[in-house]
């Protein structure tokens, strides 16, 4: 019997949620208005996250543009996260978890469906980096095993992506046949192949172990 593709949404969910509840830092997180999926490559980028509302969680802003809603089981989505192909292909685990790390932390503290205004790369330049850098380390050493095993899978894996994407946000009136609300119906589970580098630690204690 073939084996099964493993639900690579099912880690994301449990790696987020540790996130939260272990880094006072990601405390204002809240994983369930989080949708990750799989996406088209965009230059070197490993993930993106779209915010979902205007300030203050709202869908329509002051001068009338609506942002498409994204509503799964019910619950409202704040956030897009997508996943590059570069997160999938030739990456190791802890380099996964940077990339989800560096997402989330672009979030806003309101967590209002908007984005941190001061941690945006055009404001914080190569300071970016040297903020979360730290936080990444600290978490690396937090991450239970199982879980970094998980994300050190090679493989195909199962991954939400896709079957209508949401546009920008838009006037009504102005577009025809525009969708304002999203949910599962334009969703799928598509096939991603993950291909898992060995970290440099791994790699050094695999040479070690052959030495002995």
Known sequence: MARRRPNFNKTLRTLIRDIAAKMPEFGHVKPGRILVVA???RRASRG???PLCFRGGKSVDRTGRRKPIIRIRGKRMLYCITLRPLFFRSSTAQARVETVLHELFHLSRRFDGTLHSGRRHAVLGKAFSRKLGPLVRRYLKLCPPELLTELAHTGEVRVLQWLERPGS???PGTH???R???TEDQLYYGIARMVTRKSRAAREAQARAKVH
Do not use: D, I, P, S
Request: glycine share 6%; no cysteine.
């Open 39 to 41: 996406g088209e490559a």
């Open 48 to 50: 993106t996250v779209k």
């Open 169 to 171: 946000a838009y006037v």
């Open 176 to 178: 025809r046949r525009v």
């Open 180 to 182: 304002r609300v999203y």
